[in-house]
């Protein structure tokens, strides 16, 4: 299972061949999903059945997200929606999840079926439940979303009316999601759900906004209305015009955008040169410019892109792009067009050749070099940006060194990770001075992260000498304190059994409906 493919048996295969081989292969994708997702119901089984640590923090079920975000490569909170489907389709749904060891249905259905019958408590209910449900989950697969919620629901409701899902309605779906995977660089996608009266409210005040500016500036309603909503993120209330005449009254207005919010953006010299000598796109904004469609444009014409323009001059070498710290990388452009709106264009220290600091917490300077060196948190499979991170000790200080060399960003649930869980059966790590960190698992297991800005900026930009580690002095009688893990008001299993009782409690009405015996 899972050899390399034969190119050149694909290309002579025929249709019904190539057909069936895609099915094939769809049936061994599903098994082998499931039978990852049995492996990590196991390591979950060995490292939280004794629940020692529930009310921690950074319990046992964060300390396996850990070891299954950074085996697999993602998030800590995927590994630990993985965790949850697995302990869900291993212990509750047996029967569902041997058809999707067997392949028969796909993670899709799984996962639904998981979720749809997560409220269901008594043990028969839902054995019977988990046996139609494999009766019948072989012709789910075509059914969009909602239909397949619909058809799991339909079994539900038929055992254990109380258990249907409920809270999603309207008021309670409403959401605001910034940004996705795939957001083309420099922007990013926002969607949500708002209240209806929001809505209308957040609607006004853009469209106000977005006519707040005179007729010539160059940019549409649709990216005025985006610009506004930047604006209001930054505390503004109105909109700066971009028609470039010094009478235009809405062009006094000082972006706020560039003056109220600080947002680091990394760029070394040849990037912020470029920039300057790069005037900001007039492509940014207004209409998309089109060339003369005519009877004789052929398709493939009329849908090629106009040729980038030739730069009159610049740097002979291409300068690394730019930075948003927390976000994706920023053409030239874009950041010549962020400095003309007001932005600030500060130097960052050099700390190549600088001796440690004396005190545990870092200067200013010092915390801004590691965050832009960092990015992100540098656990493995972290994507935490690094302005919502802890600034952290590879040696504990004293013995430790308070230097770029010894410092890295941490997320604070990796961070507690790596302090109360360290030494042996824990992680343990080693950082060079490069930032460079080659992490040990509880199982052995090494994993090597690399600082954010290396994808970008050569290595040398932020290596810093290395700084042995030095005794600890003995501490004084005052500061003989030891490190607590902060403790949770209530631990996982009350906080699901909560929320299960607050769901169902939902279904009162319907429960109630459902018991009436029939009129005569």
Request: charged share 25%; proline share 9%; with cysteine.
């Amino acid at each position: 299972m899972f050899e390399s493919p034969d190119l050149g048996a694909i290309r002579t295969a025929t249709d019904a061949e190539v057909v069936a081989a895609v099915a094939g292969w769809g049936r061994d994708e599903a098994a082998a999903t499931a039978r990852r997702l049995a492996w990590i119901a196991e390591l979950v089984r060995r490292r939280c059945a004794r629940g020692e640590h529930a009310d921690w923090a950074c319990d046992d079920w964060d300390g396996a997200a850990a070891e299954i975000a950074a085996a697999l490569g993602i998030s800590h909170g995927r590994a630990s929606g993985q965790m949850q489907l697995a302990q869900s389709l291993v212990h509750r749904l047996p029967t569902v999840m041997r058809l999707f060891c067997d392949g028969v249905i796909g993670y899709r259905t799984a996962a639904a079926i998981s979720s749809r019958t997560a409220l269901v408590q008594d043990r028969e209910a839902l054995r019977l439940i988990d046996g139609e449900l494999a009766g019948t989950a072989s012709r789910f697969g075509p059914l969009s979303n909602h239909k397949l919620d619909q058809a799991i629901d339909t079994v539900v409701d038929r055992h254990d009316p109380g258990a249907l899902r409920r809270t999603r309605t309207a008021a309670r779906a409403r959401h605001l999601d910034i940004g996705a995977p795939d957001d083309p660089s420099g922007t990013t996608s926002v969607s949500g759900q708002l209240l209806a009266t929001d809505a209308i409210l957040l609607d006004r005040r853009l469209m106000e906004m977005a006519h707040g500016v005179c007729d010539d500036d160059p940019r549409t309603i649709s990216q005025r209305r985006a610009d506004a909503l930047g604006a209001l993120g930054a505390g503004a209330d109105r909109l700066t015009c971009r028609c470039g005449s010094p009478d235009c009254p809405a062009g006094a207005n000082p972006d706020a955008r560039a003056t109220s919010v600080v947002v680091h953006v990394l760029a070394d010299d040849a990037a912020l040169d470029a920039a300057l000598e790069c005037r900001p796109d007039p492509h940014l904004s207004g209409s998309e410019p089109s060339r003369p469609i005519t009877p004789r444009t052929s398709l493939a014409e009329a849908l090629t892109p106009d040729p980038e323009p030739e730069p009159t001059q610049g740097p002979a070498s291409r300068p690394s792009p730019a930075l948003l710290l927390g976000g994706g990388a920023i053409p030239a452009p874009l950041l010549a067009e962020l400095i003309a709106g007001g932005a600030t264009v500060r130097t960052m220290r050099d700390f190549c050749d600088s001796a440690p600091e004396t005190g545990y917490r870092p200067s200013t300077a010092l915390r801004e070099f590691v965050r832009m060196r960092d990015l992100p948190c540098r656990f493995p499979g972290c994507d935490c940006p690094a302005d919502r991170c802890d600034i952290d000790h590879a040696i504990a200080w004293p013995a430790g060194p308070t230097h770029p060399s010894g410092l890295r960003c941490m997320c604070r649930k990796h961070h507690l990770l790596k302090t109360f869980y360290a030494g042996p059966g824990g992680w343990s790590d080693v950082q060079s001075p490069d930032g460079t960190i080659v992490w040990t698992s509880p199982t052995g297991a090494t994993y090597t992260t690399y600082p954010g800005s290396r994808l970008y900026h050569p290595a040398s930009l932020f290596t810093t000498p290395a700084y042995p580690a030095t005794p600890a002095p003995e501490p004084a009688p005052t500061d003989l304190r030891t490190l607590r893990m902060p403790l949770r008001q209530r631990t996982r299993i009350q906080d699901r059994a909560r929320r299960t009782a607050t769901e169902r409690a939902l279904n009162a009405g319907h429960v109630a409906e459902r018991s009436r015996p029939p009129p005569f």
